[in-house]
């Protein structure tokens, strides 16, 4: 049995950050981590509102499944922040509601 640590975590002095914006607000994070990740350590609780009733939403399941995580990143709506990773310098905004079809475009696109 081994008693060596399993995994390592770099000093802080060693750790590559990004900074996203979310909202006009600046919010620096370790590089590779999700943007629903960076949101959360940025102190981000409301992340969309529901298209019915306008209740505030957040991440749920962190892995693509629940759609409860859904952004407005770099213009484009709709974006699962769980399953996109934080790159330098993104535009983040919260969903309001439901995007109009018109508005939703493939990331590929964008």
């Known amino acids: 049995m081994t008693t060596e640590p399993l995994f390592s975590i770099p000093r802080s002095s060693e750790l590559e950050t990004v900074t996203i914006t979310f909202e006009g607000r600046a919010i620096t994070v370790p590089a590779g981590i999700s943007v629903a990740a960076a949101l ?3 102190g981000v609780h409301d992340f ?3 298209a019915v009733g ?10 693509g499944v629940c759609f409860e995580c859904l952004v407005e990143i770099d213009g ?6 769980c399953i996109v990773p934080a790159q330098d310098g993104m535009q983040v ?13 493939f990331a590929e696109e964008s």
């Open 76 to 81: 484009v709506p709709a974006r699962q922040s």
């Open 93 to 105: 905004r919260r969903q309001i509601g439901a995007p109009a079809l018109d508005d939703v475009r």
């Open 48 to 50: 969309r509102s529901s």
């Open 40 to 42: 959360l350590v940025g």
């Open 54 to 63: 306008q209740a505030p939403r957040a991440p749920y399941c962190m892995m």
